[in-house]
Nanobody
Framework: QVQLVESGGGSVQAGGSLRLSCVITESTYCMAWFRQAPGKEREGVAR????????VYADSVKGRFTISQDNAKNTLYLQMNSLKLEDTAMYYC???????????????????WGQGTQVTVSS
């Protein structure tokens, strides 16, 4: 069973940066970051295909966030720059192990989830 462990969350002022990390115990087809703010539905932030490195971003984070992977370290990253108040949320690392059906940035796509790490942006 795949296990995912996130780290790197914290509190930062608006305009600042944070980098999230997610260590994965097994190989996967694709990896993604999702987030959920209080009272809101969980939403996709970015995803990466493990083999090709192809990425997809939510419009709200394009140009500010970068998803990347280090296959040698079995680690997924999310570099978050120019953070805004509305980026405050619990951030989840997620993985899909099968290539069947592709890898859409939807909450129904992953079959494994991390426990989440909190990101709080203040003014």
């Amino acid at each position: 069973q795949v296990q995912l462990v996130e780290s790197g969350g914290g509190s930062v002022q608006a305009g600042g940066s944070l980098r999230l990390s997610c260590v994965i115990t097994e190989s996967t087809y694709c990896m993604a970051w999702f987030r959920q703010a209080p009272g809101k539905e969980r939403e996709g932030v970015a995803r990466i295909l493990t083999g090709s490195g192809s990425t997809v971003y939510a419009d709200s984070v394009k140009g500010r966030f970068t998803i990347s992977q280090d296959n040698a370290k079995n680690t997924l990253y999310l570099q978050m720059n120019s953070l805004k108040l509305e980026d405050t949320a619990m951030y989840y690392c997620a993985a899909k192990t099968s290539s069947y059906g592709g890898c859409l940035l939807r909450t129904s796509t992953p079959n494994y989830w991390g426990q989440g790490t909190q990101v709080t942006v203040s003014s």
